[in-house]
């Protein structure tokens, strides 16, 4: 073992653990810290024994067993505690010294740490890791910003833990400045929970809707997962299904309907309300987290308010056809929503994200890993200045031979009585993007009426504005236009 790490690692949980092991299974020495000291002993005894790891009992021990420039990772829950340790760490390095934090940080706090641990003449990187436990250990997709002085120090490291693709390029590359790591971290889980809103919605209509049991949806699931749909999410809903229970029934039916979130899918939904970007499906997939954990209101609803039986009497082979389009349509939009809530961000925060790099990133080690995002980033490669993915050619192609099993299933699930938000969403997304007039118009005249908030005609130029006084009643007078 070396007298000095290469990195030191602070957080010995699940995540931290298995990077570690990541890290030093790739060449690199890893010193350890953990708050509680009897984790780093018990690490230092049992997976980490015989290996180039570390373990140090202090703040301070861990950074004097580090070489210079230092680079400290923490693998801890963000907020308070983060701060702490980061107020901890400062005055026991040095300037040019690196803090990382890899934690699910909300990207404005990032902004914050990385001014201030750079005003003590440090650097900082806030760093998105994504895969779970598997991918730790064995190759994650790893989404850094901060400071751009950070990135060639830890680049090796971070660039040979990384999962990588066909061709051995990593799921790892410099974001952009501040919090654009923890931003695209942000989409990525926002897009997570879109995808599997949308699989839930799938078996829904498959269990409810066509009467399938499990067996039949893991048969369907794998035939998916061998096509188009080929995911991580798709793969791992294939097998869940086909695991029973000690009793042969399958698990997946005895576990509570209530679903938990850690607040990353309603960041990114709250980022793209304050930047005016229409994140539907989204928005629907954390609303109905939210929704199915109301369970006992919903147990008392189920019985006091009737709906529609769920009857099917068509062609099954034909509608699963429908589903998988229905599927695949909805999960174009959702990318589609998320790159560009990205374009809005870079755009107001002064970022220059590489939007078929992101995909790239996010092609291998991560929980949305599909080989749709190779298409994805064909399309940025095309076209640097796509503005939205249901124009490029080939998701444009897909999304309009879709439209009519996907129509078809969101009309089947809502004449059943099955809520399909993420679904219905999509769809209404499509129209009204190909819409060249919405009913916008009348939603002026309405502000206009009630509030003198003026409007815009079609027969004159845009940005002259009108009021009209509806009831002869009002004045000439007009409110300032503005947009919020």
């Not at 009793?247 to 309300?273: F, H, M, N, R």
């Not at 695949?328 to 970022?351: D, R």
């Not at 003198?452 to 130029?461: M, Q, V």
Request: hydrophobic share 40%; aromatic share 8%; net charge neutral.
């Amino acid at each position: 073992m070396k007298a000095l790490s290469d990195i030191g690692l602070i957080g010995l949980a699940v995540m931290g653990e298995n990077l570690v092991l990541n890290m030093e299974s790739k060449g690199f020495q890893v010193s350890v810290f953990n708050r509680s000291i009897d984790k780093v002993d018990n690490f230092i005894a049992g997976r980490a024994k015989g290996k180039n790891i570390k373990g140090t009992h202090s703040l301070k021990e861990l950074v004097q067993s580090l070489e210079r420039p230092r680079k400290v990772m923490l693998m801890i829950k963000a907020g308070k505690a983060l701060d702490d340790n980061i107020e901890s760490l400062i005055p026991l390095l040095e300037p040019g010294d690196i803090i990382i934090d890899g934690g699910n940080t909300h990207f404005p706090d990032t902004d914050r740490r990385t001014a201030y641990v750079e005003s003590k003449g440090l650097l900082y990187i806030g760093t998105g890791v994504s895969g779970g436990e598997e991918g730790a250990l064995l190759g994650p997709s790893i989404m850094p910003g901060g400071s751009t002085k950070a990135w060639p120090i830890v680049k090796p490291i971070f660039q040979a833990i990384a999962a990588k693709v066909e061709d051995g390029t990593p799921c790892c590359d410099w974001v952009g400045e501040n919090g654009a790591g923890h931003f695209v971290k942000m989409v990525h889980n926002g897009i997570e929970y879109g995808d599997m809103q949308l699989i839930n919605e799938a078996y829904h209509i498959m269990k409810d809707v066509l009467g399938m049991n499990a067996d039949e949806m893991h048969q369907v699931f794998k035939e998916w997962n061998e096509g188009p749909l080929d995911s991580y999410l798709i793969e791992i809903t294939r097998d869940i299904l086909a695991y029973k229970d000690e009793d042969g029934s399958p698990l997946v039916e005895k576990i509570l309907d209530t679903a938990g979130q850690k607040g990353t899918g309603k960041w990114t939904a709250v980022s793209a309300l304050d930047l005016g970007i229409p994140l539907t499906l989204i928005g629907e997939a954390v609303f109905s987290r939210c929704l199915s954990a109301i369970k006992d209101e919903r147990v008392i609803a189920s019985k006091a308010i009737k709906g529609p039986k769920p009857s099917f009497n068509g062609d099954k082979k034909a509608f699963l056809k429908d589903l998988h389009d229905a599927l695949f349509a909805s999960k174009v939009v959702s990318y589609a929503q998320g790159y560009a809530l990205m374009a809005a961000a870079a755009k107001e925060y002064g970022w220059n994200l590489n939007y078929g790099g992101i995909a790239l990133m996010w092609r291998g080690g991560c929980i949305i890993r599909s080989v749709f995002l190779g298409k994805i980033k064909e399309a940025f490669d095309k076209n640097t200045n796509l503005t939205n993915l249901l124009l490029d050619p080939f998701f444009k192609e897909i999304v309009e031979k879709a439209q009519a099993g996907w129509r078809n299933v969101v009309a089947t699930s809502i004449m059943n009585g099955i809520p399909t938000p993420a679904f219905a969403t999509a769809l209404n997304y499509f129209d009204g993007y190909r819409s060249e007039r919405l009913p916008a118009n009348l939603l002026q005249a309405q502000r206009d009426y009630f509030g003198a908030h003026t409007y815009e005609r079609i027969d004159k130029p845009r940005g002259e504005f009108f009021h009209t006084n509806w009831t002869g009643r009002g004045g000439t007078t007009a409110s300032s236009t503005y947009n919020v």
